[in-house]
């Protein structure tokens, strides 16, 4: 589904089945842009870290022919991340319905500690 992202710019939500897929099959780099110590307790396996606090869509990694997903929390400070990058003039608009919480509640696991 995509609409308008409260925070400017178009978002696709994802579902975190469908993230999980993206990832297995090597499809989706999946960028998680909470804050160290959220992620230094639990974080989705595969996920790259890439802080909101500290945002600079210039040094957002290569996805070298990936789809772009960007994941947090909840879902909102995804949204804004991706409204940071496409302000920037990158070209994601995809990020992950739910963030972690809606991944823990699909039963999917996750590395803590």
């Not at 960028?31 to 957002?60: C, H, K, M, W, Y």
């Not at 990058?85 to 070209?91: D, E, I, K, M, N």
Request: overall charge negative.
């Amino acid at each position: 589904m995509s609409e308008i992202n409260p925070f400017g710019g178009r978002v696709v939500h994802l579902t975190p089945a469908e993230v999980k897929a993206g990832l297995e099959d090597g499809t989706v780099l999946l960028v998680d842009v909470r804050e160290p110590n959220e992620t230094t307790a639990e974080r989705i396996p595969g996920s790259v870290l890439f802080p909101l606090q500290t945002f600079d869509a210039s040094a957002l990694p290569d996805p070298q022919g990936k789809r772009l997903v960007f994941s947090c929390r909840s879902g909102q400070r995804s949204q804004k991340a991706l409204a940071l990058a496409q302000a920037a003039g990158l070209p994601y608009e995809e990020h992950m319905q739910g963030g972690i919480l809606g991944w823990k509640e699909a039963g999917f696991p996750t590395d803590v500690g």
